[in-house]
């Protein structure tokens, strides 16, 4: 027999009839089925695996049975508001699993559970690559004439007027390297020459941003060239010991390959 769950519910006046109702509306339930029975105190509903959808049809249409016989509730009706506390009491259960659309109670994490997992967290090294790194703690404050300004020039320029560990969050979009016509600079450089200056810039940005801070990079990799920027800007940030905190990735369905990425 699979593993349950149960929740007991108390301020229910026990009934034969909403027990049958009950149970009848949770055999439509996907294997293993929940049903509930009486004990001495009340119901008690046991769960493994839940279709929730259906649960709140099934409450749907018990209330609704009886709308307008709230004074004399039928079996019916006070089925559907057992079904109602059942629903609220699982809806309070955070942890669980979805396959196939239906809401695992039970036995849903065996497989994925990680034992120990402080300590192997630290015989890992969390940040292991960016532990020994000599950044300054201290912040310095921006002086007033570069508070809230816009500089126009070459960001490599004009970042090295900017103090060390003084600022909060650095958001860039460089230039991808695509061959975009742009006012002033070239956008097709060779590739090396390309991260040379970039990663200049960013060593820049590196030294001007506070302890703590956050800089965020939006790049599209150019796939006809076979270059993974993305992967190289992180592989660069890593390299000088920032830590790696995530990815987003923008899904803009304007694919422009007529190939797979293996060719
Ligand atoms: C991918 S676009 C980002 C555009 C920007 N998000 C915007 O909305 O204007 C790259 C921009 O970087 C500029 N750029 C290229 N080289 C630069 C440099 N050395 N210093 C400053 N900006 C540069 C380009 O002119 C272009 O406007």
């Given at each position: 027999m699979a593993d349950y769950k149960s929740i007991q519910l108390t301020n229910f006046e026990v009934d034969k009839k909403v027990l049958d109702i009950v149970n009848n509306c949770l055999s439509?339930?996907?294997?293993p089925r929940p049903f509930v029975e009486i004990n001495s105190i009340g119901y008690v509903f046991y769960f493994h695996t839940l279709d929730i959808k259906l649960l709140q049809r099934n409450i749907e249409m018990l209330t609704a049975h009886?709308?307008?016989s709230a004074n004399n509730p039928s079996s019916s009706r006070k089925a559907g508001e057992l079904l109602q506390k059942i629903y609220e009491e699982v809806s309070k259960i955070g942890s669980y699993g979805i396959r196939s659309g239906k809401r695992q109670y039970?036995?849903?994490?065996i497989e994925r559970k990680v034992r120990n997992r402080k300590a192997k967290e630290q015989n890992r090294s969390q940040y292991y690559y960016a532990q020994d790194n000599n950044f300054s703690k201290i912040s310095n404050q921006l002086p007033p004439e570069m508070t809230n300004q816009i500089f126009c020039g070459d960001s490599l320029e004009v970042l090295k007027k900017i103090p060390d560990n003084s600022i909060d969050l650095i958001f860039t979009s460089p230039p991808?390297?695509?061959?975009l016509e742009y006012e002033r600079q070239?956008?097709?450089?060779?590739w090396d020459l390309y991260f040379e200056k970039l990663f200049a810039i960013f060593d820049e940005c590196i030294r001007v941003l506070k302890f703590g801070g956050r800089i965020a990079v939006n790049i599209q990799p150019l796939f006809s060239d076979y270059i993974p920027s993305h992967h190289l800007i992180s592989n660069f940030f890593i390299s000088r010991r920032?830590?790696?905190?995530g990815e987003i990735l923008w899904e803009k369905n304007n694919y422009n390959l007529l190939c797979c990425n293996h060719g």
């Open positions: 439509q339930q996907p294997d009886d709308l307008f039970v036995n849903f994490d991808y390297n695509f061959g070239d956008d097709a450089h060779k920032m830590i790696w905190k």
